[in-house]
């Protein structure tokens, strides 16, 4: 009955058959079979058919809210008793916007799966809108995201703190200065990243609390991952602005980083779920360790 209601939760969450078959690796016409039986052993209609998709009849909402509560229930007693990790089989499918993506999570995976080998990871990595926007469809469990979403639908829980840092290659005009005024970069071209990333958000709101916009500034290329920024510096296209966590993570050959007078780029990252809806126990039990790993939780 247990695996029957996580199935039905699953289904509702999802509202495919379709996905949820694709994400358990089972056929669709097994979910439709497993959905009977549930409607079967409780004697009521779940589900009814509503256009190309289908909506809970009454008594399927009332079976969905305690469906939530039980599973809740159920994770932490397993906790409780030190059984959770009877539960720890499944894949957990995380988004991440390209920092947290490419230079943290691949750390925090490896300990963690080591606790619970059964688990598989996807990670889907994008610009931190695109990743709000799959927690919003169902398309990964929860996200790591390097902007605030705090949504009707959307909640955001503060991960890790990040900098950017002023950055040019070895051979740009300005990489043998000590100390560089902001208005001086309006000179040269600068590289930043797309419309939607959390990176691109968190420089245009700093600009703005000086008066300026990214419009003042000459923006000689636009591109969609953190790589692509350091390469096109490294090359003598421009300038950036570039995170801390890239910076100390890899290879920072031809690249010198500055202070710029009196600007400074503080954010943070963090983890991004649906409002009001739960993870699977897998999906809960990681979002718990990377929780416990913040700023601001225990070590």
């Known amino acids: 009955m247990l695996d029957l209601m996580r199935l039905f939760v699953q289904v509702v969450e999802e509202q495919s058959f379709t996905v949820v078959a694709r994400k358990l690796g089972i056929s669709q016409p097994a979910v439709s079979n497993q959905m009977r039986a549930l409607e079967d052993k409780l004697g009521v209609k779940l589900l009814y058919r509503k256009g190309k998709g289908f909506a809970l009849t009454p008594e399927g909402e009332t079976v969905y809210r305690h469906a939530l509560h039980i599973l809740d ?30 230079y943290l999570l691949p750390s925090y995976l490896a300990p963690f799966r080591a606790l619970y080998p059964e688990i598989k ?13 799959k927690v919003l469809a169902h398309e990964v469990d929860f996200a790591v995201v390097g902007a605030i ?17 002023f950055v040019v290659s070895r051979e740009h005009p300005l990489s043998a200065g000590q100390s560089i005024d902001l208005s001086m970069l309006k000179e ?92 699977t126990v897998i999906a809960d039990e990681f979002y718990r360790y990377l929780s416990q790993k913040s700023e601001g939780g225990s070590q």
Not at 81 to 94: C, D, P, T
Not at 150 to 158: A, M, V
């Open 188 to 279: 040269y071209p600068m590289i930043i990243r797309e419309t939607g990333s959390g990176h691109r958000r968190s420089f245009e709101e700093a600009l703005t609390k000086l008066g300026l916009e990214l419009n003042d500034f000459d923006v000689a290329l636009e591109v969609g991952s953190t790589e692509a920024v350091k390469n096109a510096v490294r090359s003598g296209l421009g300038y950036s602005f570039l995170s801390t966590h890239a910076l100390n993570a890899c290879e920072t050959q031809g690249l010198v980083q500055l202070s710029v007078k009196d600007f400074k780029i503080e954010r943070g990252f963090y983890l991004l779920t649906r409002r009001n809806k739960s993870l």
């Open 149 to 165: 979403f705090d949504t009707e639908k959307l909640t955001s829980e503060f991960w890790l703190k990040d900098e950017l840092v």
């Open 73 to 102: 229930e159920c994770s932490e007693l397993m906790r409780e008793i030190g059984g959770s990790e009877k539960l720890m089989n499944g894949k957990v499918h995380i988004g991440a916007s390209h920092i947290p993506g490419e």
């Open 121 to 133: 990871f996807k990670l889907s990595i994008g610009d931190s809108l695109e990743m709000a926007e």
